[in-house]
């Protein structure tokens, strides 16, 4: 009998900070933000790129999105000009547990404090609880993703099996003798876990629930889960900023963790955009090592109203919607979302906008589609100049009445034949 084991994840919160009025989160975490960004202007990185803040006036969401955000695409580069951190580190490379490192490559500090990934709260949720036992699959090697999920479990009192990736069989083993009944890594491995285990008639029936990262889990997979009596959620994680956000038995969108700020903005912009717009994923964290003022994570989602019915009363975001970093070359010259975003800008009668790129005839061709209440050829025209002083590029215009461009945080889109 197929039986939904989410249901079945014990009541309760990991503490009483979940379950806070929405107002007074806010306001704690705004009263607290100013130190975070005066403590991170100690370090050389962020004292060159919030130059000439005060950072005592930035205690308002307004005053936070003010701030230039600093892109994670653009962290290895800057990495390489001032090693290792780029100079966004607080505490010396000395002074932190682990220093690892992410494809990029990108190098991260992993700090001295407990959970500093905030993973314990997302595992809690996922139904884990002390004196558990877990096999961590991520890859206990330069990444950070094992590091900090096992800063996680030890937070809240799990023991840990370091599986790590590969080594199927062997991992198999492990649980069949080890018997955990908690599972992290992604949910692919998972799968193929219970399928070596079935292939080779060992007992994996231990595993009754799960946290993934990392990659997709669709409802067909996590439904294959559910029947052998597995309850999957998933979070929303990055290198810098730890558990962004995390899945409860609800399942009805992500949690945003306690302690970090998450704004959506526009891509290729700081803008923030309306609740329930598509948008990049701009992340504050309060790091005491490694703090993250505005971190353009270069991911797509958007928030979701309302609170979730698991009474945890934080912000909701749909989850990972795909990448904002939607740079094009056309005719041998790039083109940025911001520039497209520049082209609204300049023409506030415009909404949503986009720009696609064909080929006819061999050449490249893009066309700007932008929402507009009063269609005019004169308007027209006016934004193809606009267009194409911003790109340097002749492009073609339509005007269409609003809500006709999908909500899905698409700026450019590439429609040419690969």
Not at 1 to 8: C, E, I, N
Not at 14 to 30: G, I, K, Y
Not at 185 to 195: E, H, V
Not at 350 to 373: F, I, K, P, S, Y
Request: aromatic share 4%; glycine share 10%; charged share 25%.
């Amino acid at each position: 009998m197929t039986t939904d084991p989410a249901r079945d994840v014990a009541e309760g919160h990991f503490d009483p900070r979940e379950t806070r009025d929405p107002a007074a989160r806010e306001a704690d975490l705004f009263a607290r933000l100013p130190g975070l960004v005066a403590r991170a202007m100690t370090a050389p990185g962020w004292a060159r790129h919030l130059s000439g803040i005060d950072p005592q006036a930035v205690s308002s969401r307004a005053a936070l999105a003010a701030l230039p955000v600093l892109r994670k695409a653009e962290l290895a580069a800057l990495q390489r000009e001032t090693p290792p951190f780029g100079g966004f580190n607080v505490t010396a490379p000395g002074k932190v547990r682990r220093l690892l490192m992410s494809p990029g490559p990108i190098f991260e500090p992993e700090g001295r404090g407990e959970d500093p990934a905030g993973v314990a709260r997302a595992l809690y949720a996922a139904g884990f609880r002390s004196g558990d036992v877990m096999i961590n699959c991520y890859s206990y090697h330069l990444t950070p993703g094992a590091w900090m999920m096992d800063g996680g479990a030890q937070a809240l009192g799990c023991a840990i099996i370091p599986g790590g990736t590969g080594n199927t069989e062997q991992q198999v083993e492990a649980i069949a003798r080890l018997r955990p009944s908690g599972y992290v890594g992604t949910a692919d491995f998972l799968k193929i876990l219970l399928d070596t285990g079935a292939k080779l008639e060992r007992d994996v029936s231990s595993l009754r629930r799960g946290l993934v990262s990392g990659a997709a889990l669709p409802a067909s997979l996590r439904g294959i889960f559910e029947e052998r009596g597995i309850a999957v959620l998933q979070c929303y994680a990055t290198a810098e900023g730890g558990v962004i956000a995390y899945e409860s038995p609800a399942r009805e969108g992500l949690i945003v963790n306690e302690d970090v700020i998450v704004e959506i903005v526009r891509p290729g912009t700081g803008e923030p955009v309306a609740d329930g717009e598509v948008g990049e994923v701009v992340v504050t964290t309060f790091n005491p090592d490694y703090p993250m003022v505005r971190l353009a994570t270069g991911d797509l989602s958007a928030v979701l109203p309302g609170a979730s019915p698991c009474g945890r009363s934080n912000m909701r975001i749909r989850g990972w919607m795909g990448r904002a970093d939607q740079t094009t070359k056309i005719k041998g010259m790039f083109v940025h979302p911001g520039q497209v975003v520049e082209v609204a800008r300049r023409h506030p009668e415009l909404g949503r906008v986009r720009l696609a790129v064909t080929r006819e005839n061999e050449q490249d061709v893009m066309t700007l589609t932008a929402e507009c209440a009063a269609v005019s050829d004169a308007l027209q025209e006016t934004v193809a100049e606009t267009l194409q002083a911003v790109t340097k590029l002749r492009g073609r215009v339509a005007l269409v009445p609003p809500q006709t461009l999908p909500n899905d945080g698409k700026i450019i889109v590439d429609e040419r034949a690969t």
